[in-house]
């Protein structure tokens, strides 16, 4: 089978800037691309690099497209390197949407998989960092949402544990019925031992109200993170840590006890992460300002692992970008 290649470039900016210790993110790069068939049916895929996570960038992903012939065989499709992970989960997702061959988990085909739900209450409502987090919770709260995650090691500490006192303090006034609500921390590498330290022993004491501690030190820092994880009761997720499917792996293997944060449009080929959600490991799915298109390829995958949706997904991120962007006037272009 050959498939007819082609794809769009575009840019999208946020409504909020988006702050981690990483620095603040202003404008969201990425490509819309599509295959046809012989019979003209279209799949349509994204490509959605985030390199300060551990993808490739943009610039190398737009210069792999530039250099795909115009007609690609699967053969081209299953042959994307691994280091443009990025690359190869919107190829490959723009080819199962094509293909009778893809099938999920249990054996059915794609596109017999039900709608993941789209109420609030089954996401992870991101909000902003710092003192703005207090009042924005409370808008996510009357919007429906029920999980907070929330971005630290952006201010400092002494005042952002403060702001986690506040939070704590108005969800619990809130809270009214026998809902589960959870926070989560992200702090997308930026601590150090002893501020992690910090963090952990003021989340037991707030207890199960604080989900989890996503990835509290830097990528090279696994068996100091494991040491944190046998000290503390609140469990550590990594993120930064497992970006590709790479990356995963090594991590399984070491033997990582926590939970894994899988941000399916960055990790690689959704069929070999597919593979590795077989395996007995504790998975949340979240979002990285994909757009719809890029956004349905990652809910439909995270619902093959999460029917019950026993963790909140996180992909409550609608807000942070700009409404005026739409995919079908950019492809038209």
């Not at 710092?130 to 009042?135: D, F, H, I, S």
């Not at 601590?191 to 030190?217: M, N, R």
């Not at 997720?237 to 293997?253: F, R």
Request: charged fraction near 25%; aromatic fraction near 10%; proline fraction near 6%.
């Amino acid at each position: 089978m050959e498939y007819k290649f082609a794809f769009r470039s575009y840019q999208r900016k946020f409504q909020i800037p988006v702050k981690t210790s990483h620095g603040t993110w202003n404008v969201r790069k990425g490509i819309i691309l599509s295959l046809t068939d012989d019979k003209g049916k279209q799949g349509f895929g994204e490509i959605a690099p985030v390199s300060w996570l551990g993808s490739e960038t943009f610039e190398q992903a737009l210069d792999f497209c530039q250099q795909l012939p115009e007609v690609i065989t699967p053969a081209n499709i299953f042959s994307i390197p691994e280091d443009l992970p990025a690359c190869q989960f919107g190829i490959e997702s723009a080819w199962e949407e094509l293909s009778t061959h893809a099938l999920t988990l249990s054996g059915m085909p794609l596109e017999e998989l039900p709608d993941p739900t789209l109420e609030p209450q089954m996401f992870s409502g991101l909000l902003p960092a710092g003192q703005a987090a207090v009042l924005a919770r409370k808008i996510l709260w009357k919007q429906g949402y029920r999980t907070f995650k929330w971005k630290i090691g952006v201010v400092p500490i002494d005042l952002e544990l403060r702001i986690l006192e506040q939070l704590v303090k108005s969800i619990l006034e809130d809270f009214t019925t026998d809902e589960p609500i959870s926070i989560r921390l992200d702090a997308n590498g930026g601590l150090t031992e002893v501020e992690a330290s910090q963090w952990l022993h003021v989340c037991d004491k707030a207890g199960k109200i604080i989900e989890f501690l996503e990835q509290p030190l830097p990528v090279d820092r696994l068996d100091q993170m494991i040491q944190l994880s046998d000290r503390f009761s609140t469990p550590i997720a990594l993120d930064e840590s497992v970006v590709t499917l790479k990356q995963m792996k090594a991590i399984y293997d070491r033997g990582w006890p926590g939970i894994f944060v899988i941000k399916p449009s960055i990790s690689g080929s959704p069929s070999e992460i597919r593979r590795f959600c077989r395996k007995s490991v504790d998975i949340v799915f979240s979002s990285v300002f994909e757009t719809d298109i890029g956004r349905t390829s990652a809910l439909r995958l995270a619902a093959e692992f999460n029917p019950k949706q026993d963790r909140a997904l996180g992909f409550g991120v609608d807000r942070w970008l700009d409404d005026d962007f739409d995919v079908n006037r950019l492809w038209e272009s």
